[in-house]
């Protein structure tokens, strides 16, 4: 049986509810009682009769403000939990605040945006807005840190309440390790597997990253490594990101989502969350409210 979530960033209705139903039957299937996860806010609507993509195609966009999971019933409350950093847990893209710093973010954040958009080659753009930065020193990248990093709304009570309930959560960022690891440990992630920036003799970027890269080839292995480790299905694993370089860790995870994400990575993933923050993710599990872990 499949079941859809609906997530409102504002408020579900009774009527909302009603449309979702009529566009499924639309579809030829069928949709049974409703539970509310959280009342006015988040319901699980059972399927039949439909096929996921079919029910998918249906409820997506269907409802303005209103986010759409469809997955298996079975298996929903994920044990891994393998995520992004820059603009997933955290609301900025860090190499474009160091380089704001130095005046050129307009200059590495068109690079950044096409990359994350799949239209250049993930090293090879890293590297070259690495470059631009040579010569930066360790102050400027520690006050980036403390002015600039905002935790994502809802990454707390995600991990919180995941690794209360026995998951293992573990970042991996084409980022930087100088952000990713005060992140982690903030946010509460097991592990944090990210890229380092080479220092020179006097404690300024030499303009080059640590080899190897952690790429989106990385991400898909820490995927795969995590669940031989634990001895789980990728059934069992959530992956979420926004970028081209997160798609085969979400195509290869049981649920992979995309996290207001670039349109291929929205094209590979099972679900995209584009209006809720990342307690979306809960509810996609089954959590009700009052099941969180609040941070």
Wanted: net charge negative.
């Amino acid at each position: 049986m499949l079941i859809a979530t609906l997530i409102a960033a504002d408020r579900l209705e009774a009527g909302d509810i009603s449309v979702a139903r009529d566009a499924i039957a639309a579809g030829g299937g069928g949709a049974g009682a409703v539970d509310w996860l959280e009342a006015g806010r988040a319901v699980d609507l059972p399927l039949t009769g439909i096929g996921r993509a079919a029910a998918r195609a249906a409820l997506e966009a269907l409802l303005p403000g209103v986010d759409v999971v469809v997955q298996p019933s079975e298996n929903r409350r994920k044990k891994l939990i393998i995520a992004d950093m820059d603009s997933t847990m955290i609301t900025i893209e860090c190499i474009d605040e160091l380089a704001d710093y130095v005046g050129i973010k307009a200059q590495v954040a068109a690079i950044t945006e096409a990359a994350m958009r799949g239209d250049l080659d993930f090293i090879g753009a890293l590297d070259a807005r690495v470059a631009l930065l040579k010569g930066m020193d360790r102050a400027t990248i520690d006050r980036c840190r403390e002015e600039r990093v905002k935790i994502m709304p809802g990454a707390r009570v995600l991990i919180g309440t995941m690794k209360a309930n026995g998951a293992r959560a573990v970042l991996v960022s084409g980022g930087f390790t100088v952000f990713a690891d005060p992140v982690a440990a903030e946010i509460g992630f097991d592990l944090a597997i990210s890229n380092t920036l080479e220092m020179d003799g006097q404690g300024r970027l030499s303009g080059m990253v640590t080899r190897p890269v952690i790429d989106s080839g990385t991400k898909r292995k820490t995927l795969l490594a995590e669940l031989e480790a634990l001895g789980l299905p990728a059934d069992m694993a959530l992956a979420v990101g926004d970028g081209a370089n997160d798609v085969p860790m979400i195509e290869t995870a049981g649920l992979g989502v995309a996290y207001h994400a670039k349109p291929k990575t929205a094209a590979a993933a099972d679900a995209c969350i584009n209006h809720n923050d990342l307690t979306a993710l809960l509810f996609a599990q089954g959590y009700r409210r009052g099941e969180w872990l609040d941070a």
